[in-house]
């Protein structure tokens, strides 16, 4: 690399926080956010990203992964030809889709802090990681940065089951290492995620007059409660989570319920103590219906596979050197939850999960500090810069 591009590589390094336009920043996180775009109705929160790429002079491509699930939208690639020879191809990711919510996000701003109105989600997870990521990105086109190939994603359905990752079209995860922009604090460099199981019961009893032949009855409610009460649910260790998270059936309150569903789910960063744990739950689903001559269809799926990235990778060092860069103190640590980063990584491409600072999320009281999403767009930047740095 010619002296002077080491020199203005080292000059952008040392002063990314003066970059970032912190107006403008905050602008486009405000315009998505208004925009709503829960899983599957995410085009036209797709139609302002590509927007604002192309305003740069960047050409962006979609696959039709989200309208193959019933979408509106698909994800949204777009490709940065590098000009640093031999630094690694990195790949920069948020997914732009958000929990369901009901109403119109009305972002407050107000001392330094970005919420909702109280009334719905704010949608900060996982909009301000693509403000953050798109800010970075304008930088490094507008102040013409030194850089190696960069590969940009922002995918759908993520809120839903990963989905739009999935689905992904192959040739959008061409690179080196990948960098997940959603997880909480900017400092966190998430390497270890948990595989997730997802099952759903039907348990099936026998009607009846709840008034006048209740015993002739087999209650599937009463079958399920007792099976669920045998379960241990919530925080099993410190590595592995269940959860029953919706319990629907029967016709009407005189009526012996004939029928139940039950939909839950368990996750573990240990392969064993996943396997484990719904052993116990198939056990006692299929012991509690047997005892009661109820019967049982059980429905078992892999949602997505565990991950951990060595200390010693490529992309966990460049993500320690880019926190590094921006005067923090880089933290590895795990996370309960999966994220396009399970996809990646199964795939083969070595991602790791990054923040920028929201809190709270899927409630009505997420929020945000402005400060901690310039440090977050700081960050993005930074890992372009470190890659480019590294020979």
């Known amino acids: 690399m010619p002296a002077e591009k080491r020199r203005n590589l080292?000059?952008?390094?040392?002063?990314?926080?003066?970059?970032?336009d912190k107006r403008r920043l905050v602008k486009r996180f405000l315009d998505l956010a208004r925009i709503k775009s829960v899983s599957k109705s995410e085009k036209q929160a797709g139609e302002y990203v590509r927007k604002q790429m192309t305003s740069m002079g960047i050409k962006c491509r979609s696959d039709r992964a989200g309208i193959r699930m019933g979408g509106d939208c698909g994800n949204i690639f777009a490709f940065l030809k590098g000009n640093v020879k031999g630094a690694p191809k990195i790949l920069l990711n948020a997914h732009i889709d958000t929990v369901t919510h009901e109403g119109s996000v009305k972002?407050?701003?107000?001392?330094?802090?970005?919420?909702?109105?109280?009334?719905?989600?704010?949608?900060?997870?996982?909009?301000?990681?693509?403000?953050?990521?798109?800010?970075?990105?304008?930088?490094?086109?507008?102040?013409?940065?030194?850089?190696?190939?960069?590969?940009?994603?922002?995918?759908?359905?993520?809120?839903?089951?990963?989905?739009?990752?999935?689905?992904?079209?192959?040739?959008?995860?061409?690179?080196?290492?990948?960098?997940?922009?959603?997880g909480g604090q900017v400092d966190q460099i998430i390497n270890r995620a948990p595989s997730q199981v997802s099952f759903e019961a039907r348990i099936t009893g026998k009607a009846a007059h709840a008034g006048t032949h209740p015993e002739d009855g087999i209650n599937a409610i009463k079958v399920a409660a007792e099976a669920i009460s045998k379960m241990k649910l919530g925080r099993i260790d410190s590595e592995t989570t269940s959860n029953i998270g919706i319990i629907s059936g029967g016709a009407a309150r005189n009526i012996v319920a004939e029928s139940v569903r039950i939909t839950g789910e368990a996750r573990s960063r240990s392969r064993a103590k996943l396997k484990r744990q719904m052993r116990k739950i198939t056990d006692i689903l299929t012991s509690t219906c047997k005892k009661h001559k109820a019967s049982l269809r059980?429905?078992?799926?892999?949602?997505?596979?565990?991950?951990?990235?060595?200390?010693?990778?490529?992309?966990?060092?460049?993500?320690?050197?880019?926190?590094?860069?921006?005067?923090l103190s880089p933290r590895l640590s795990a996370t309960g939850g999966g994220s396009d980063a399970n996809v990646f990584n199964e795939r083969g491409l070595q991602s790791v999960i990054m923040g920028v600072g929201f809190h709270n999320i899927h409630t009505s009281k997420e929020y945000i500090e402005i400060e901690d999403m310039v440090k977050g767009a700081e960050l993005a930047l930074s890992i372009i810069l470190a890659a480019a740095s590294k020979k």
């Open 10 to 20: 080292k000059y952008e390094a040392s002063s990314i926080s003066r970059l970032i």
């Open 107 to 182: 972002p407050v701003v107000r001392n330094g802090i970005i919420r909702s109105d109280g009334s719905t989600i704010l949608g900060a997870d996982c909009k301000a990681s693509v403000a953050a990521i798109l800010e970075a990105v304008s930088i490094v086109k507008k102040k013409a940065i030194p850089h190696g190939d960069i590969c940009l994603l922002f995918t759908v359905a993520e809120e839903i089951g990963i989905c739009g990752a999935k689905c992904c079209d192959p040739s959008f995860l061409r690179a080196d290492c990948g960098f997940v922009f959603d």
């Open 298 to 327: 059980l429905k078992v799926e892999p949602s997505y596979e565990l991950f951990e990235v060595k200390r010693s990778s490529e992309a966990v060092k460049l993500a320690e050197k880019a926190v590094k860069m921006i005067d």
